[in-house]
């Protein structure tokens, strides 16, 4: 099904944070906390750094977790993009997301394209050097809550797992069938069914479904949750315990971003790791108050308390057992992958921000920081809508009022104004007070009172003929309300409630016309519209 795509400005959408658009503005304020700007020509200076400080023991390493995870079972192109990592001349372009069911919101969808379509521009630009784009799954999330549910076609679909609370990639898929996919509409493609039938955790099956999905342009999946991974940890995990460095890092970085007229994204906390306790709960590490010698490892209702030397004892001997929080995770990222650029949405560009000083405290490259595409999806059906109703497809994204008016005009609807009517009303109550004053001051009052009651009559009187006007056009406002919450849903973008089946199911073709249509540097909103 044949698209057509325009865009605008993100920062006439109306939907995105100051620090985005002011970064996309480039805006002198944030400068310091980013270190290249997303351009192809600074790619060749971003390359260098990366590759003077990644290791060829950090390529194997990264190179043999990945053949171990697909075993034998990645699509063809996934597994030569796997044996590119292997060569010093390639390097990864990431995008991370949390295992939201079925993908969950489309913007999911979007990062993926956005880093598969750079990977493409920057290979044109660099022929000499490969890039791979990467799915960094969130396996070690244990926010269940977040991503147990998705919308489609005005539904919600939801799974209860058991055993929450740990990181969500190890959950097994227990009543995942009963509870949702047996209850999907049988349009859904059985891709999406089988990644979830035929695995045996949420990791496992996100990560099948991004292999029928992007697999054959490559995408290459990471789960980090791995032992053999862990180990790059180990000098990251020995400084924090000792020093505490990233908390000191970020808290500086917020007070400048405060300074600057920004919000800081995310919080910050004395030591940013999480512990992977026996029963397998993903709980913080905290100072214990009774010393900084002792750390305490709160387990639900109980507390375990271990020394800095146990610690750095744990965290050479089992690095597996720690997790980086969402401070950490970043630098843990950049340790493992010969990256380049990280694409986010808008909430992770701000937390990005945050973390400049943290990779330099940890002496790991600061990637490129790039917003996402994003965009409007907008059917056949709906876009003979907007015609019929006057309207272009960028206009939609204008307030309601404004575009209230617009129609009303288009269907010729009068514009109802007594204000010269007003203004006359006025002037011949000033002329009857300049008589009273003149004649009988004390009936001032009474002539402005009355003068008063007359103007409110007027207000009203044009309130009514305003409705009257209304009606007669209603039911091209009742649709235009209509449209306007179809594609923006509780007034917010599509792209952040709309799960990616809700236009695959009738346009296969989707992806693909995003591909072609998304230009992850130009920074722009994209409008897809069928024809």
Request: with cysteine; charged share 20%.
């Amino acid at each position: 099904m044949p698209t057509r795509c325009t865009t605008l400005p993100y920062a006439e959408t109306g939907a995105f944070s100051g620090l985005l658009t002011d970064y996309i503005a480039q805006k002198p304020a944030l400068a310091p906390f980013y270190n290249r700007w997303p351009a192809l020509e600074n790619f060749a200076a971003q390359i260098e750094e990366k590759k003077a400080a990644y290791t060829p023991e950090a390529r194997q390493r990264l190179v043999t977790a990945l053949r171990e995870q697909y075993d034998g079972n990645a699509p063809a192109a996934v597994a030569a993009n796997i044996e590119l990592l292997a060569q010093e001349t390639t390097f990864t372009v990431t995008t991370g997301h949390q295992l939201n069911l079925l993908t969950g919101p489309l913007y999911f969808i979007y990062k993926i394209v956005s880093a598969i379509k750079l990977s493409r521009e920057l290979k044109a630009k660099y022929p000499q050097y490969d890039f791979v784009p990467v799915y960094w799954m969130a396996t070690e999330d244990h926010d269940f809550a977040e991503i147990n549910h998705f919308s489609l076609f005005g539904k919600t679909y939801a799974w209860d797992a058991a055993g929450t609370g740990g990181p969500v990639g190890r959950l097994a898929l227990d009543g995942i069938d009963e509870q949702l996919l047996s209850q999907l509409p049988p349009e859904v493609p059985t891709a999406f069914h089988e990644a979830y039938s035929t695995s045996i955790n949420l990791a496992e099956a996100t990560r099948k479904l991004a292999d029928a999905l992007f697999g054959e342009f490559g995408l290459v999946t990471l789960d980090a949750d791995r032992p053999a991974l862990k180990q790059a940890l180990v000098p990251l995990l020995t400084k924090e315990i000792q020093e505490q460095v990233s908390n000191a890092a970020v808290q500086a970085t917020n007070a400048q971003l405060t300074a600057a007229g920004y919000k800081p994204q995310v919080y910050s906390r004395p030591i940013n790791l999480f512990f992977i306790t026996d029963e397998g709960k993903r709980e913080r590490l905290e100072p214990d108050a009774n010393g900084a010698d002792c750390v305490e490892v709160t387990i639900r209702n109980t507390a375990k308390c271990h020394s800095q030397a146990e610690l750095l004892e744990l965290a050479q001997t089992h690095p597996e057992q720690f997790s980086p929080n969402v401070v950490l995770r970043p630098v843990y990222q950049e340790i493992l992958l010969p990256n380049l650029v990280y694409i986010g949405g808008g909430a992770e560009v701000a937390y990005w921000f945050q973390l400049k000083d943290v990779f330099a405290a940890f002496g790991v490259p600061y990637p490129i920081v790039l917003p996402r595409n994003s965009a409007e999806y907008i059917s056949r059906v709906n876009a003979g809508k907007l015609k019929k109703l006057g309207l272009t497809s960028l206009e939609v994204f204008r307030p309601m009022p404004e575009l209230k008016k617009q129609v009303g005009a288009t269907l010729g609807q009068e514009e109802i104004s007594l204000k010269e009517q007003q203004q006359a009303l006025a002037a011949a109550f000033q002329q009857v007070q300049d008589v009273a004053q003149r004649l009988d001051p004390t009936l001032v009052k009474t002539v402005a009172a009355e003068a008063q009651k007359a103007a409110a009559g007027l207000a009203g009187l044009e309130k009514r003929l305003s409705k009257a006007a209304e009606t007669k056009h209603e039911t091209a406002y009742t649709q235009l309300a209509a449209l306007k919450e179809k594609l923006f849903p509780g007034g917010g973008l599509q792209e952040r409630s709309e799960n990616v089946l809700s236009i695959l199911i009738n346009n296969p073709g989707f992806i693909e016309q995003l591909l072609e249509a998304f230009e992850p540097l130009a920074l722009e909103f994209a409008v897809l519209e069928e024809e």
